[in-house]
């Protein structure tokens, strides 16, 4: 802590500099740096990933196989996917020529359950208007291009990256051709789509209205229905015009094979390390949880692959290693103290009526928390992989995940069931389920440990707690109601009030000045703004009603000579944001992000709490304390 701040500025006119100015100071970037850099968030990552690379060298059920089927040399990868593409371009070429439609339709549902997404594709999740139960959805495809003109970038690219997969199979000359026909296809699919409303049917009335038989297509996915399942059908008639799409052998031919090779491709994984791995999207996406200063190896690549395919598995099993009967304990009773902070500040907000309060009270009392990681130990029992076969794992896992989701439909959904990455280093709320989930990943010190005094505790994660709670009742969550439906909490007047407060919040943080003449987009933050705000305050309030029934842990100067308990309290929550970033994230970030700049997440909410302004004896109107405030949560 002490190290990370500038004690040379007035914490009452920049309390970020004040906080984190000698950490940033030591820590330029240029734009050539890692974008953004947290050193709390990173030393979790740190610690996460020697956890990760112990997990991959145990001999735990699947993980070991699939890891050592990643780091084979690149050549015997390349020769498994050859002869995994040659068997599927058999598969194709009788689909094409051969098969009836009957079969072509299983066939269809197993490619979709391996992850070949070529003509159709099926979800399952919650609707809005009924998150209590799993619905199923039956769609197109989803189509590689946004744009039919063969003039524009993205068309003379696609081509060009479908020629070069045909090249290496075909003669340079033929290639060409194959790639305008797979593209030619996708064009098809594009036209024959219907942007009509959701359809709700049966299975079998589906596929009488269409001559489509869908239950072949789930039946071949792995689902034990009947028929008589009501579905939700997206673009229904496009399915009825699939005949007219399959009108040109060749073309299909070409396509599915672009399709099968596409699939294959995307789950490549020796493009990763090394400098292109840097420029590759989908390495982009299996190093995500990766700290910035890893260097790309294959061993480091491909434990991350693991974990992104298995993610669910992966967090279960790191979780024992992180989570233990005190962590749940310890934070079960702080996010319950955080909540009754909360509940207790809601009598002092006078732009609240009573029917309002009432409601807010109630959905407050439903929130539930969900902590660490998802239960799926049964959910790989009928996995086969082999730790040779890297692309058969790929397609295995798959057909595995694809077919335990499908046969999550039509039930009610659990929610306490845990949605999310397990190692990721964040916490969400899900108005959905009124939860707030809290993942293995960011339960681990600095931000987390169950040794760690009460005060850190608190003012760390006790802070993500306040925060996602906060999100329940924000501009966004406040339109749900305790049980997840679509329903306002509040009374149009009530509304009203909130919205001025709410609107009164995005000016203040649009005087924020980012970079050159940039300023903070206020409305586009507004509901973190307003979680960060929440988090503060309750957080902060909570750590006082623990203090005030056990008693002080520390006397005032005693961890920081110069500074009192409060103080202490107030420069960890802050510090929790030291970040650099360099200018090229900030532009990104301003122009996407609904989070302030990480400066603003620190002077923001704390310059809105009047607590702060006490603490630190800020004169009337100085940067941190001024002359009115917002008044929300």
């Known amino acids: 802590m002490l190290a990370y701040r500038n004690t040379s500025v007035d914490p009452c006119q920049d309390f970020f500099e004040y906080a984190c100015g000698t950490y940033v100071s030591n820590h330029p970037v240029t734009e050539t740096s890692p974008y953004i850099y947290i050193p709390a968030i990173s030393g979790i990552q740190l610690t996460t990933d020697s956890l990760l690379a112990k997990m991959v060298s145990d001999p735990w059920p699947y993980l070991n196989e699939i890891y050592s089927a990643c780091i084979e040399p690149e050549e015997v ?49 919650p609707l809005n208007s009924d998150p209590h139960i799993n619905q199923v959805y039956v769609y197109p495809a989803g189509n590689t291009l946004n744009s039919y003109d063969p ?10 990256e479908i020629t070069e997969f045909f090249t290496q199979y075909e003669n340079p000359q033929q290639a060409v ?60 008639d496009y399915f009825t015009n699939l005949t007219n799409i399959f009108s040109d052998p060749t073309a299909i031919q070409k396509f599915l094979e672009w399709k099968v090779g596409q699939a294959a491709i995307d789950n490549t994984v020796s493009w990763c390390w090394g400098p292109n791995g840097y420029t590759y999207e989908n390495c982009q996406n299996i190093m995500s949880d990766a700290p910035d200063s890893l260097v790309w190896t294959q061993e480091a690549v491909c434990r991350y692959y693991v974990h992104n395919e298995l993610t669910d598995y992966v967090g279960l099993i790191l979780s024992y290693e992180i989570i233990n009967g005190d962590v749940y304990d310890d934070i079960r009773n702080m996010t319950e103290g955080i909540q009754q902070a909360f509940g207790a500040s809601l009598k002092n907000l006078t732009w609240l009526d009573p029917v309002s309060l009432a409601n807010v009270t109630e959905k407050l009392s439903l929130v539930l928390q969900i902590i660490g990681h998802p239960n799926v130990l049964d959910k790989y029992t009928d996995l086969d992989v082999d730790n040779m076969r890297f692309y058969h794992n790929s397609f295995a896992i798959s057909a595995v995940q ?22 990721i280093v964040n916490a969400f709320y899900d108005p959905i389920t009124n939860t707030i989930n809290f993942p293995a990943g960011i339960l681990e010190s600095p931000m987390f440990s169950a040794r760690l005094p009460k005060l850190f505790q608190y003012s760390r994660l006790g802070y993500v707690v ?50 050159g003449d940039v300023y903070v987009n206020g409305t586009q933050t507004l509901p973190e703004n307003i979680a960060d705000i929440g988090g503060v305050k309750n957080s902060y309030r909570a750590y006082q009603n623990f203090v005030a029934v056990n008693g002080p842990e520390y006397d005032d100067y005693e961890l920081i000579p110069e500074l009192t308990t409060n ?30 700049p990480a400066k603003f997440r620190v002077l923001g909410p704390l310059s809105q709490f009047i607590e702060f302004a006490n603490n630190w004896n800020c004169p009337a109107g100085s940067p941190m304390n001024p002359a009115s405030r917002c008044s929300l949560w």
């Open 77 to 125: 990868q390349m020769s498994e996917f050859w002869k995994t593409f040659s068997l599927y371009q058999t598969q194709v070429e009788l689909f094409v020529y051969e098969w009836p439609q009957a079969t072509q339709e299983s066939v269809l549902g197993a490619w979709i359950s391996q992850g070949i997404q070529s003509f159709a594709n099926v979800a399952v999740y």
């Open 151 to 160: 003039n524009s970038t993205e068309y003379v690219r696609l081509v060009g």
């Open 177 to 236: 051709t194959d790639a305008l026909l797979a593209i030619g296809v996708e064009a098809s699919i594009a036209s024959s789509v219907n942007p009509a409303p959701i359809q709700t049917m049966t299975i079998n009335e589906a596929a009488t209205a269409t001559g489509f038989n869908f239950m072949a297509l789930f039946e071949a996915m792995g689902a034990n229905w009947t028929g008589d399942e009501v579905v939700n059908f997206i673009s229904l």
């Open 402 to 423: 694809t077919a335990y989701n499908l046969n999550q439909a039509f039930v009610p959904f659990n929610r306490s069931d845990f949605q999310f990455d397990p190692l």
């Open 466 to 515: 306040g925060h996602e709670n906060t999100h329940g009742f924000d501009n966004q969550g406040s339109h749900y109601d305790g049980y997840g439906n679509y329903n306002d909490i509040l009374d149009p007047t009530t509304r009203a009030n909130f919205n001025n407060n709410a609107q009164c919040l995005a000016t203040y943080y649009s005087q924020y000045l980012a970079y």
């Open 567 to 596: 103080q202490v309290f107030q420069l960890s929550q802050a510090q929790t944001w030291c970040a650099v970033s360099n200018q090229a994230y900030l532009e990104f970030q301003i122009q996407n992000d609904v989070h302030s």
